[in-house]
């Protein structure tokens, strides 16, 4: 399940940066090329990606810092929409 | 919704100051006396000339919409020294509505900030039917148009003049970057960014004035201020009033950034940050940001920041809290950011940073 949500967000962040190949758990943050556009677009396509609204207490550097923060941030996001629609 | 955003609603109800930021200008019998193609010989007529160069300085664009050949109309502008003057000139057979619609959008504006002057009622018509927002002005009554409330600009800054030379280099950068193969990382790389950072002087005031009436999308709180708070800020002890400007190899951008800090123990207060929407796309957001939170660190504070949720300026929020800020206090939308100032990201490679 997590595997669907990293995979379409590593295509994302592969299109536009060709020459990182990144870990699960790898900071994309430390790696230095995120600027407050890139910022946005990777909020923005986890929003439209997943059907999901990030609440801006849930929009941290943390959340978004490797693909495993935001698989949970997004698996987590599925998860209680799910609960609140039952 | 906060008070600001109600404006748009009076649109069509009153003549609203300064609507009007692009003016299109038909050519035959308008612009000159005569039909191009007819008569081959046609006069321009300097009364036209003299109001498109007077809004002209005012910080009011102009286009052309005119069904015409397109070569002989621009052979026509150029060899008046005109063509300058008009961004995306529309010079083709098509009904001036689509235009006037391809203009507006080109020039990212909406329809309601577009006059339409013309000689031809059939051709005023069309467009007030196609386009109802447009306000269209029978070249007949130029100047009493012309004196109207909607074309006098709200603000005119020393960046009026320029706001012609502005659109053009944006234009050509916009090409540029369609025609780019590279990642956008690479293309921003060969623009040759240049951002500067100073205290306000009293010069850039009016534009800091209306860069927090106009600017939307990346403003922490939404706030205007008036030029009087501003220049009263920018000499108060207890204030760091900053404003950003941003350059490259094709112009410049003009001042499109503002930040207003409050200095204290144990934090220094961002009170106001903002970005115009002119450098959205080029990944400079959080430059100001980290030199206010390098100052504040220096001075052996930490730093926190009024926040408003608008509705519109979530990319400010993630601006924040992409640079390590978090929520300290929330009361409704009004919110208090923190950073702790372990962090501050370096700027990125493409651009240098100049800090008065």
């Known amino acids: 399940m997590s595997d669907d949500i990293r995979k379409p967000i590593r295509e994302f962040i592969s299109a536009k940066f060709p020459q990182i190949s990144?870990?699960?758990?790898?900071?994309?943050?430390a790696l230095g090329f995120v600027n407050s556009l890139f910022a946005m677009e990777l909020v923005m396509f986890v929003e439209k990606t997943f059907g999901v609204r990030v609440p801006n207490e849930q929009l941290r550097l943390d959340s978004f810092r490797t693909l495993d923060a935001m698989a949970d941030l997004v698996g987590g996001l599925t998860d209680s929409a799910r609960l609140s629609a039952g | 919704?906060?008070?600001?955003?109600?404006?748009?609603?009076?649109?069509?109800?009153?003549?609203?100051?300064?609507?009007?930021?692009?003016?299109?200008?038909?050519?035959?019998?308008?612009?000159?006396?005569?039909?191009?193609?007819?008569e081959g010989r046609v006069s321009v007529r300097p009364e036209v000339v003299a109001e498109i160069k007077r809004l002209d300085d005012l910080g009011v664009l102009h286009s052309v919409a005119s069904r015409n050949d397109h070569d002989a109309a621009m052979e026509r502008l150029e060899s008046e020294g005109l063509a300058e003057y008009f961004l995306y000139p529309q010079i083709n057979w098509n009904p001036k509505s689509s235009s006037i619609e391809a203009?507006?959008?080109?020039?990212?504006?909406?329809?309601?900030?577009?006059?339409?002057?013309?000689?031809?009622?059939?051709?005023?018509?069309?467009?007030?039917?196609?386009?109802?927002?447009?306000?269209?002005?029978?070249v007949a009554e130029l100047g009493q148009a012309l004196s109207a409330?909607?074309?006098?600009?709200?603000?005119?800054?020393?960046?009026?003049?320029?706001?012609?030379?502005?659109?053009?280099?944006?234009?050509?950068?916009?090409?540029?970057?369609?025609?780019?193969?590279?990642t956008n990382e690479e293309f921003l790389a060969t623009l040759g960014m240049h951002f500067t950072i100073a205290p306000a002087e009293r010069e850039d005031l009016q534009?800091?004035?209306?860069?927090?009436?106009?600017?939307?999308?990346?403003?922490?709180?939404?706030?205007?201020?008036?030029?009087?708070?501003?220049?009263?800020?920018?000499?108060?002890?207890?204030?760091?009033?900053l404003v950003a400007g941003l350059t490259d190899r094709y112009g410049t951008y003009g001042k499109i950034g503002l930040a207003l800090v409050e200095r204290g123990r144990p934090a220094w207060h961002l009170r106001m940050l903002l970005m115009s929407c002119r450098v959205l796309a080029r990944g400079v957001g959080t430059v100001l940001l980290n030199h206010v939170m390098s100052l504040a660190r220096e001075d052996g504070a930490v730093l926190r920041a009024d926040f408003v949720e608008t509705g519109r300026n979530r990319v400010m929020y993630v601006t924040y809290?992409?640079?390590?800020?978090?929520?300290?206090?929330?009361?409704?939308?009004?919110?208090?950011?923190?950073?702790?100032?372990?962090?501050?990201?370096?700027?990125?490679?493409?651009?240098?940073?100049?800090?008065r």
């Open chain 2, 149 to 182: 409330p909607e074309f006098q600009p709200r603000f005119v800054t020393d960046e009026s003049r320029i706001r012609r030379d502005m659109y053009r280099s944006a234009a050509l950068r916009d090409r540029l970057e369609e025609d780019y193969t590279g």
């Open chain 1, 22 to 29: 990144l870990a699960d758990d790898e900071d994309i943050f």
């Open chain 2, 1 to 38: 919704m906060s008070p600001g955003e109600t404006i748009g609603s009076t649109i069509g109800t009153k003549p609203r100051q300064g609507r009007i930021k692009c003016v299109v200008w038909d050519l035959d019998n308008t612009l000159w006396d005569g039909v191009l193609l007819e």
């Open chain 2, 103 to 138: 203009i507006a959008k080109a020039v990212n504006i909406g329809l309601d900030a577009v006059a339409f002057v013309d000689d031809q009622p059939f051709e005023r018509a069309e467009v007030e039917h196609m386009l109802p927002a447009v306000l269209t002005v029978d």
């Open chain 2, 207 to 241: 534009r800091a004035e209306e860069l927090t009436v106009r600017t939307n999308q990346l403003n922490s709180t939404g706030r205007t201020y008036s030029y009087e708070e501003l220049d009263a800020l920018r000499q108060s002890p207890d204030h760091v009033l």
């Open chain 2, 321 to 355: 809290a992409f640079a390590g800020f978090r929520e300290a206090e929330r009361d409704g939308n009004r919110l208090v950011l923190e950073s702790d100032l372990r962090q501050i990201q370096p700027p990125p490679d493409y651009l240098t940073v100049e800090t």
